[in-house]
């Protein structure tokens, strides 16, 4: 098979799939990049991904060891309560208060469909039925439509969307993220494939891969 062949299979271009077998990682990125694009290829190929990924890791530079550097560049290590935990109590209180928010919008969205009566007292109660019609459920809307693309991820993932050539989203997002794109063209990018759900056109293309794998397609709108 042509690397284009391959390419239309596993979702990855031909130019990365170029690189991976000329061994040109630059071409490709970061190494967390380069071992998605490997574990993706290798399963196509029907090889060990974990063991392809050693293969590159082992071509890749070593940390220097602590041991072997100078006594004066030693670190001491952070004191427990320092900026990392900071940073993960910041982390949380988002979280919270997303989940809250989420809560929140439900609770309305509920309250503004309940049924309301228009009026009370005897006037009112001449004129009521005496057995009350329960409210038809509203069917659930459809994710996007015509000339769009949706996202939903059901776990984090880096994405970048660029849409007729405009970067319109990029960055690491938590689960419970949905965005629709409208447009002609739109080139996906996603860093935990199984994580993300796929709509174009308001139709469910489901995931792009499985879940750690790094995976990138056009989509025509």
């Given at each position: 098979m042509s690397l284009s062949e391959v390419a239309e299979h596993i979702r990855i271009r031909s130019v990365y799939l170029a690189a991976i077998e000329e061994e040109h990682w630059s071409a490709i990125g970061v190494p967390v990049y380069v071992r998605?694009?490997?574990?993706?290829?290798?399963?196509?190929?029907?090889?060990d991904p974990e063991e392809a990924v050693?293969?590159?890791?082992?071509?890749?530079?070593?940390?220097?060891?602590?041991?072997a550097a100078p006594a004066e560049n030693v670190r001491p290590r952070p004191r427990p309560g320092g900026p990392m935990i900071w940073v993960a109590g910041a982390v949380a209180v988002v979280l919270i208060a997303f989940v809250v928010y989420n809560e929140l919008s439900l609770r309305a969205q509920q309250t503004a469909t309940a049924p309301v009566?228009?009026?009370?007292?005897?006037a009112a109660s001449a004129s009521?039925?005496?057995?009350?019609?329960?409210?038809?459920?509203?069917?659930?809307?459809?994710?996007?439509?015509?000339?769009?693309?949706?996202?939903?991820?059901?776990?984090?993932?880096?994405l970048r969307v660029t849409v007729d050539g405009s970067v319109s989203?990029?960055?690491t997002f938590p689960a419970g993220t949905a965005k629709t794109f409208h447009g002609?063209?739109?080139?996906?990018?996603?860093?935990?494939?199984?994580?993300?759900?796929?709509?174009?056109?308001?139709?469910?293309?489901g995931k792009l891969g499985a879940a750690g794998d790094v995976v990138e397609q056009d989509f025509t709108l």
């Open positions: 998605g694009f490997i574990r993706t290829y290798a399963r196509f190929l029907g090889l050693a293969q590159f890791n082992r071509t890749q530079p070593e940390p220097p060891s602590a041991e009566n228009a009026a009370s007292g005897p009521i039925s005496p057995t009350p019609e329960l409210p038809t459920p509203s069917p659930a809307p459809a994710i996007g439509g015509a000339n769009t693309l949706a996202l939903v991820l059901s776990a984090p993932s880096w989203m990029e960055g002609k063209n739109a080139l996906v990018r996603i860093g935990n494939a199984g994580g993300v759900e796929v709509y174009v056109d308001g139709k469910d293309r």
